[in-house]
């Protein structure tokens, strides 16, 4: 049988004219996109496209499979607005993926607020930096931050929420020691993937000494609130913790844009209506704390 997600990577393509846009445009990698339609091809035994200088160029037998492909997409769409659309149970579950710094330091309380408001419905947290495909049902709300609008999937349904800026930050105690002429060095704290950025300017205070590397957030928070040194973390994580402090003469700076994404017609269903209407008005408070305007969560 025909797998319609391996049709879904084909429609992609054959709209986009390349394998980067159909990956762009659906939220996967490159690999899988060829991966699918290799599978496609196989189990259809004909070759669907060409590929140019210009981009992929459909072949006689991907031109007969795109009027049939488009028939699968559109049947597709009504199963979903007969089915899902009219889901109006608050019953059954409703699965977020976010990242694990947003759950723990911003939006767990406001999840649990909201599974007191709603105790029929079964919530996960899908609290990771791996981007779930919400096409694939892999979730049913992302709340992802996004640099470039452009990137967002164009079959996804997006909801614009607050800017997410961050700074650099240090321990109170290391701060005091510092101006107090401390000879101890100071560090900069970095998660190994991604190193010192390149706006994260160190103000006053100067590093003296090797990096100290961490792989992951959670990490490198414990890491500066000992005092071994300075660190970048968003605003919403560093100004609301009281042992942390901005560095003197830094700077903040746009890390992006957070955003609620849904698919199709999963959006229209209560419990994801009901949460995404909550979650909304939630991020909207915490703007000034997410710009960096604020100290607190008030």
Partial sequence: MIDWDDVRYFLAVARGGSVRAAAGRIGVNHSTVLRRIAQLEERLGAQMFEKLPSGYRLTAAGEEVLELANQMEASSHQLE????????????????????????????????????????????????????NLTNREADVAIRVVYDRKTLPLNL?????PDLFGGVYMSRDLLAAWRAGAPDPIRWIVISMHGIPDWASEGEVRTTAVP???????????????????????????DADPLLVRVPGSDLHMHGTLWLLTQGEIRT?????????????RLAAYAPLLTGLSITRD
């Fill in 81 to 132: 607005t007969r089915v899902f659309g009219r889901d109006q149970s608050v019953r059954g579950l409703l699965r977020v993926t976010l990242a694990p710094t947003l759950t723990a330091h911003l939006l767990m309380p406001d999840f649990a607020d909201f599974a007191r408001l709603h105790p029929e419905i079964e919530m996960e947290i899908v609290s990771s930096g791996e981007l779930a």
């Fill in 157 to 161: 349904h997006a909801l614009k929420g």
């Fill in 212 to 238: 100290f590397k961490t792989t992951d957030g959670e990490a490198q928070i414990a890491a500066v609130r000992q005092g071994l040194g300075i660190t970048t973390l968003s605003c919403f994580v560093g």
């Fill in 269 to 281: 269903t209560k419990r994801v209506r009901l949460f995404t209407e909550f979650i909304s008005r």
